[in-house]
């Protein structure tokens, strides 16, 4: 689904909406806060901007943000668990403002952390920023899988398979999915007016994982460090643009 000039620069205000959420809620990355009022901090960050949680009901989920704590993976459930020094922790956000949807994530350290995530944290950032590289008209799709693939391997750790990137835009998750792994110039050509979120999730150990009893908290199955790092995107004619970058 491609969008006009006029519906990307209308993503871009709900991706903004993102952007300060999670720029607002890093000092609030402190020993002893819970995930639960990280929740609460985000939901209000969110509505006072005139956006909706997207997350908040979708499927059953029933928080404003996931917050994916050390091993866990992605979809972790805000609640009593509190922070402590020298964990790391991923914060997804995603909002509704004016039908358009925008998705972003980060992970961060609490305080200082062990010589091998903040290895992980900067390889996976670069992860993202190498697949975002690939972003252009005229590559294929996979071209983003493999770029991301690589970069992560190259560093010993592994991508995760069972979660994926997707298209967003009047929808949450649009066409395609994108997998952060495989072979390069493979998939659709990439066009002016794609607009997707990039999403790699890099595990310190096996890029094997499972559910929790919860039904939704992703968690490696090698209890490793994982990481997760997202922009939703923009292919233009003048290049790529990072819709959730402040
Ligand atoms: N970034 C994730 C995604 O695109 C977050 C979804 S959380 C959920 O699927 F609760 F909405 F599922
Ligand atoms: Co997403």
């Known amino acids: 689904m491609l969008k006009s000039d006029d519906e990307i620069k209308r993503m871009a205000e709900t991706c903004r909406i993102v952007a300060e959420v999670l720029e607002g809620?890093?000092?609030q990355i402190v020993p002893g806060v819970t995930t639960g009022e990280l929740d609460?901090?985000?939901?209000s960050a969110i509505r006072s901007r005139g956006?909706?949680?997207?997350?908040?009901g979708y499927r059953g989920y029933p928080a404003s943000v996931c917050t994916s704590v050390n091993e866990q993976v992605v979809h972790g459930i805000p609640g009593s668990v509190k922070l402590r020094l020298g964990d790391i922790i991923s914060l997804d956000v995603g909002v509704q403002y004016r039908g358009f949807y925008g998705d972003a994530a980060i992970t961060l350290p609490v305080g200082a952390v062990s010589t091998q995530a903040v290895k992980l944290l900067a390889v996976s950032e670069r992860a993202l920023e190498e697949g975002l590289e690939k972003c252009r008209a005229g590559n294929r799709l996979s071209d983003i899988s493999a770029a991301i693939q690589r970069c992560v391997e190259a560093e010993g750790f592994s991508i995760v398979r069972s979660f994926v990137g997707h298209g967003i835009g009047r929808s949450l998750h649009e066409e395609p999915q994108i997998p952060n792994f495989g072979n390069p110039g493979e998939g659709p050509e990439l066009v002016p007016g794609m607009t997707l979120a990039i999403e790699p999730m890099v595990n310190a150990g096996n890029w094997e994982v499972e559910i929790l009893a919860d039904g939704w908290t992703a968690v490696t199955k090698d209890r490793s460090l994982s990481a997760h790092f997202e922009h939703t995107v923009a292919v233009t004619k003048n290049g790529l643009n990072i819709l959730t970058k402040l």
């Not at 609460?40 to 939901?43: G, S």
């Open 25 to 27: 809620i890093k000092a």
């Open 51 to 56: 956006g909706r949680p997207a997350f908040k």
């Open 40 to 43: 609460k901090a985000v939901e």
